[in-house]
């Protein structure tokens, strides 16, 4: 594969999905203002500052980008409101929030991740979910599903006031969550290759892929005689773009004749 090619087509690939974050934070700006005026709090520094810690977020950025994405609700600009009305209160429960942050939630939250898509358990399973409406998470904050019996699967923030009760008495009924970027999920996909035998060609097919960061290879399995030889290769992508990628680059190999897609 050219690899300037590639390096080239990353950065553009980098650079549209810049373009594309800056929309949605400028989107999410005027949506906010917006909301905003409508509650009577002044769109300037400080209410933005007091926004991203409300939303534990890091930069004014990734909270116009949250609300450009639709992930933060009117209840839970309506609960900033409620919360910021009492300066003294507010004081207080920033601090007692800072805390349970310090305990429960790692600030690895990188906003260049769009966190669409919740996953259970170890095997990452998707489940359907709903949002426990005590601490009403948004996507990217750190959440567990707790099985409930009439609602299937609830998730709640770590730091929800409920928390700690739930994980106590209910363990059996706790999953482990996490949110993840769709885009990023890997699918596993078995490829058939057919062609002409020569030496080296096992080494050439697992080069070809090891060269390809967006894809890992999971097996490799190729037999054949007399010339010919059938491979069957398993390999972890993210989308049907790197798939296609990876099969031209493939096609390219010296005997390769026929390569498809078993699943
Ligand atoms: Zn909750």
């Known amino acids: 594969m050219d690899f300037v090619k590639t390096a080239s087509a990353k950065s553009k690939i980098k650079s549209s999905l810049k373009e594309a974050q800056k929309e949605i934070a400028s989107q999410g700006k005027e949506i906010l203002t917006r909301k905003l005026r409508h509650i009577k709090i002044p769109f300037n520094e400080n209410t933005l500052n007091e926004l991203v810690n409300f939303f534990n977020l890091k930069t004014s950025q990734d909270l116009f980008v949250r609300f450009g994405n639709g992930n933060i609700e009117n209840a839970e600009l309506k609960k900033f ?26 600030k690895n939250d990188d906003l260049s991740l769009n966190y669409d898509m919740l996953v259970f358990g170890k095997d990452e399973e998707k489940l359907e979910y709903k949002k426990a409406k005590c601490c009403a998470p948004i996507p990217g904050d750190k959440v567990f599903g707790f099985i409930t019996i009439n609602e299937g699967i609830k998730i709640h923030k770590y730091s929800c006031p409920n928390a700690v009760s739930l994980q106590a008495n209910y363990a059996y009924r706790i999953l482990p969550a996490k949110w993840i970027d769709s885009k990023l999920q890997e699918h596993k996909v078995v490829l058939i290759l057919k062609g002409v035998d020569h030496d080296g060609l096992v080494g050439e097919v697992s080069n070809v892929i090891s060269q390809n960061q967006k894809v890992k290879l999971y097996n490799i399995n190729i037999s054949g005689g007399e010339g010919y030889f059938e491979g069957k290769i398993t390999v972890g992508i993210n989308n049907n773009e790197h798939l296609k990628k990876l099969m031209t680059a493939l096609k390219k190999i010296d005997g390769i004749e026929k390569i498809r897609r078993q699943n």
């Open 81 to 106: 409101a409620a919360q910021r009305s009492n300066t003294f209160l507010n004081f207080f429960k920033t601090k007692i929030r800072k805390k349970n942050e310090n305990q429960t939630t790692n």
